[in-house]
């Protein structure tokens, strides 16, 4: 029924305009979600309003227990141990030690940092957060002009968000059921080829314009040595992790949970050596209630999302994008770009979790149909790949916008975050100096649409 259609779509408006007000999402789908359904049933007579209402007995539940879900709260807690043992200032201290003495190296040493961190925080903003504290004053001591520090760090920042392992990347791997290892082993190079892009950005600035980065001088080699050997067992925990992963020695719950673990003893015994660093007990206590917070947080917007999602269905609002799609006549590959261009404009003001929660499910319905459906072959296919490809590629280019959508103006998020960071310094200065990186991003996106071999090799060749 078209009413039905209707006011799915006003649902849908509602919520925009909710979450742009600042309601906490969860709040906002929940409401969304329960007023819908309540309106649907005095439109539609057989929706009846209270068989909905009897799945809250059980929809909780259903959503805390998901094992697949048990993933996030030890990967937030790896983060946080390694936040609170100050392992993202070893990070940003070794990789100084190694690139630091030439022209712009200490910028290019916190995109290192920046990479290395996201890979065990898997939070684009939380990395920009962090590795602002630790860079920003440094490259502020050394010279650099406050817009190559700045947009350096927003840009860096987004990385958190793709290298595994990413809690949005797991997010969206349970909504298209795809493999959670094949989803981590596809970002990979994405993530190797966007900190190539980002230091190339910086090595073209400083050439440009030197007086960006002034020559620092070099660390003597006790200094140098020093940094290296903190850096070692902070390279070798997060490697072992991600390159774990990536071959599929073991399944990311177990990977998560011995993360955290070695993370915790790392820190503690870190502590002994120097009374300045690694994990005290404050520090463990609040990275263990830090995690049950945001946890929390997370398991809510869920919650919320299978109560969104419910409405949605019962509206039958993606399955009418689906079949408009298919029988618009549209250009798969323009009809991809447009989705995209949504993704960049929503990642400006909506959380990246969020976004996935509420657009895939609209989003990846329409594209299998344009693809060929759900048994397409990939000599057939709209796109070229099956149905199994196209759900680690698109994946992968979503996370890559949704990045893109954090610098760019005029609301990008992690620009907020690092403009806060830096007193005195106006946004226009941040926009200003992450505009390289963004127009950088844009050539990657481009990169990964045509070529989308670039996300798929692992996946392939370690299967």
């Given amino acids: 029924m078209f009413e039905r259609e209707v006011i799915g779509l006003l649902g849908l408006a509602a919520l925009f305009g909710l979450l742009i007000l600042r309601l906490p999402v969860g709040l906002a789908m929940i409401g969304v979600g329960i007023g819908g359904n309540f309106l649907l049933s005095l439109v539609v007579p057989y929706l009846r309003f209270d068989p909905y209402l009897k799945q809250f007995k059980t929809l909780l539940w259903g959503v805390v227990a998901n094992y697949e879900l048990s993933v996030v709260p030890l990967f937030i807690l790896m983060g946080l141990l390694a936040s ?60 650099y002009a406050a817009k190559l520090a700045t947009g350096t760090l927003a840009a860096g920042g987004t990385l958190g968000i793709l290298i595994p392992p990413s809690v949005a990347l797991v997010i ?38 030197p007086d960006a980065a002034p020559q620092t001088a070099a660390l003597t080699g006790d200094e140098r040595r020093r ?35 070695v993370i915790l003893i790392y820190g503690i015994l870190l502590r002994f050596k120097d009374p300045e660093a690694g994990l005290s007990l404050a520090g463990i206590r609040g990275s263990l209630l830090d995690t049950a917070v945001t946890s929390g947080m997370i398991y809510f917007i869920l919650f919320g999302a299978e109560v969104l999602k419910t409405f949605f269905a019962r509206a039958g609002l993606p399955a009418a994008m689906a079949t408009w799609t298919a029988n618009a006549g549209i250009d798969p590959w323009l ?112 990169l990964l649409l045509a070529l989308p071999a670039l996300c798929l090799f692992l996946p392939r060749y370690l299967s």
């Fill in 84 to 143: 609170h043992a100050r392992l993202s200032n070893d990070l940003f201290q070794g990789f100084n030690a190694m690139v630091g003495r030439f022209r712009g190296g200490v910028a290019m040493a916190a995109i290192g940092a920046c990479a290395g961190f996201g890979a065990v925080c898997g939070s684009s903003l939380a990395t920009a957060s962090t590795m602002g504290r630790v860079a920003l004053p440094e490259l502020r001591r050394l010279n």
């Fill in 172 to 209: 969206y791997a349970i909504i298209v059921e795809a493999s959670i290892i094949e989803m981590f082993q596809a970002a990979i190079l994405p993530g190797l080829i966007a900190v190539a892009f980002f230091i190339l950005v910086i090595a073209v600035v400083v050439r440009v314009n």
């Fill in 227 to 261: 940094a290296l050997l903190r850096l070692l067992p902070v390279v070798a925990i997060f490697g072992a992790i991600i390159l774990g992963l990536g071959m599929g020695l073991f399944t990311p719950t177990p990977a998560a949970a011995v993360g955290a673990t």
């Fill in 335 to 446: 009809l991809l770009i447009a989705m995209l261009l949504i993704l960049i404009v929503l990642g400006c003001v909506m959380d990246s979790l969020a976004m996935i929660l509420v657009i895939v499910p609209f989003f990846w319905p329409a594209l299998v149909d344009l693809n060929g459906g759900d048994y397409a072959l990939a000599e057939t296919a709209a796109f070229g790949l099956n149905t199994e490809e196209l759900k680690i590629w698109f994946g992968i280019i979503a996370l890559v916008v949704v990045e893109l959508g954090l610098i760019t103006p005029p609301v990008g998020l992690n620009v907020f975050i690092i403009a806060g960071l830096s007193q005195g310094v106006r946004m226009a200065e941040v926009f200003a100096g992450v505009m390289p990186f963004f127009a950088i991003e844009i050539l990657r996106i481009a």
